[in-house]
Structure formats: C-alpha cells, structure tokens
C-alpha cells in the first residue's frame, strides 16, 4: 500500500544551547517550525532572539545541541538546501561600496531561483536607485535592499531579523504586504522577529515567546487571543479554578493584598466570560507580551 511522504519539519531544534562567558543565553530549547509556517518570534531585549535566529543558520559559535533545516543537519547541509534559505539581519551587512545592481547580480550568480523581474518590480516599487554606491543610501534603502537580496531567490525558509527597524509605517506597511502577497502565498516557512507588535499582528499566523533561553509558547495568534483570558482576584482562588478547569496558566503576577493577575489559557471549552469573585477581561497581545516574556 502506498503511504504519503510526509516533508521534515522546516526547522527542527534539540537541546539548543548557548552562553555569554557564565550568561546563558539559550538553555535547552527546543523548537518546530513546519513547511508553510509563519512565526512572528517575541522576546524582550537581550533575551536571545538574533542569537537564536544566527544559530538556526550556522552563523552564532558556541552553541551546543542540534539544528537540523528541510531534515538536514545544520554542519552538512548540502548547496542546494542553502539556496533554499533567505536571511534578513537586524543590521544590514551589504557590501557598501558597491552598487544596488552589483550586489544583486553577484549574489544572483548563488542561485539558480534567482527571480529578476521580481527583484526588478522591488526596486522599481521601492525606488532604490540601481546605480547609487550603497553607503549613500539612507538606512531604511539599505534595509529595502537587504529584504529584496532575501527575496530575490524565492527562498521555502526565510528569517528576518527585526526587518522593518528602519522604515517608516508606509514602508513597513508596503514590506508587510509584499511579505503576504509574494511569500505566504508560496508555502514559504517564515521566522519573522520584531518588537513592533501591531506589525506582527499583520502577518504572523503563529507567535512564539522566547523567556528565560526557551520558547515558552507558540500556537496560533487568533487561537492563543481568543482562548486566553486576564483573570484578577485572590491568589488561591485562581489557582484553584485554573486546576478545576484545567487551564494552562501563562503567566502569574501578584498584586497587593493576596490578589493576583493571571494569564490563563483554556482547553477545549470556550473561556469564560464571569466567574465569581474574579475579574475576567479579554487579552491583547501587548498583554500577553508583558505576561509571558517577563
């Protein structure tokens, strides 16, 4: 009988670690991303996240525990999985002497994707001059050209690291909609890390919060905001209706006189809208933001 092939995860993580001198930065993570998924990655500063994204592809020394990328160990990966990969740092590393047109086609010459009239398109929509040195180009041209030098292959992995820092809000809106139009559509894995949270909730399908060196929650935005609920009121009473009802609490702070707010996850069943002697509200995601990436 003939069984379907199933594909490998994108991007499979063991035990992933890494310290700064006695700091650990990234302590036994693990992590999935399956083909077609979009992930936006939240942490607060200096909790890890371009440390993990570099690690994912082999550019971050130091690290222990496996990676494996389209079902590959991340220290043989052969050439023609790395030209399935595209990379967006945090700050851009083009080469400044040279022109826009210069680094496209030199980095056109790694592969065989490479998609000219998209990457003209780009240029054109962004109007980045192809003939300008790249240091003369304001930062927000210089991160539009590091995103279209990630685009230009039509990658099945992308990773883009803090993309948008430098745009403005129609600049970011413009990549955020190419981002849905050109990427999604293709099935493409996206790893998408910003501080931006309205961004996010734009184009990220999943989120995952990265505290204290692992990914402590990932699910699907629209899931984890509809089942998750804000819940104020004595301590010992929320956490006896979180073990009644079999909640997964996400986050728990106290307040003043034995009370406390709890971010509260539900099963199956619907959340609650009251609950007696217990404050209940709706979350956002600033909300759970600040619950779980303390």
Do not use: C
């Not at 594909?7 to 670690?17: I, K, N, Q, S, Y």
């Not at 496209?104 to 001059?129: E, H, M, Q």
């Not at 039509?154 to 990427?183: I, M, Y």
């Not at 949270?197 to 990932?218: M, T």
């Amino acid at each position: 009988m003939n069984q379907a092939i199933t594909a490998p995860p994108t991007v499979a993580v063991d035990h992933l670690r890494l310290a700064y001198g006695n700091k650990p930065v990234l302590d036994n993570l693990r992590w999935q991303l399956q083909p077609g998924q979009v992930v936006g990655l939240l942490g607060r500063n200096g909790a890890g996240k371009t440390s993990l994204l570099e690690s994912l592809l082999g550019l971050r020394d130091g690290t222990t525990g496996t990676v494996r990328l389209f079902g590959q160990p991340l220290d043989r990966l052969d050439d023609a999985t790395r030209a399935r990969i595209g990379y967006a740092p945090q700050h851009s590393d083009l080469f400044e002497w040279m022109t826009p047109a210069q680094l496209l086609a030199y980095f056109k010459s790694f592969y065989p994707r490479w998609n000219d009239a998209k990457v003209d398109a780009l240029l054109d929509r962004w109007a980045i001059d192809r003939e300008m040195p790249i240091g003369k180009l304001s930062g927000g041209e210089q991160q539009r050209l590091s995103i279209i030098r990630a685009l230009g292959h039509e990658p099945d992995l992308l990773v883009l690291d803090e993309p948008v820092a430098s745009l403005d809000p129609a600049g970011r809106r413009d990549f955020l909609q190419e981002l849905v139009e050109q990427v999604i559509v293709r099935g493409t894995t996206v790893i998408f890390s910003t501080h931006i949270l309205s961004d996010l909730e734009r184009v990220a399908f999943h989120v995952g919060f990265l505290s204290g060196g692992r990914i402590i929650v990932q699910a699907p935005l629209d899931e984890l905001m509809e089942g998750t609920r804000s819940l104020v009121g004595p301590q010992q009473a929320l956490q006896q209706a979180a073990r009644t009802r079999g909640w997964q609490v996400l986050g728990e702070s106290p307040l003043a006189d034995g009370r406390a707010r709890m971010l509260a996850r539900a099963g199956s069943d619907a959340p609650p809208s009251s609950l007696a002697g217990i404050e209940v509200s709706s979350v956002t995601l600033e909300d759970l933001f600040m619950g779980l990436t303390r």
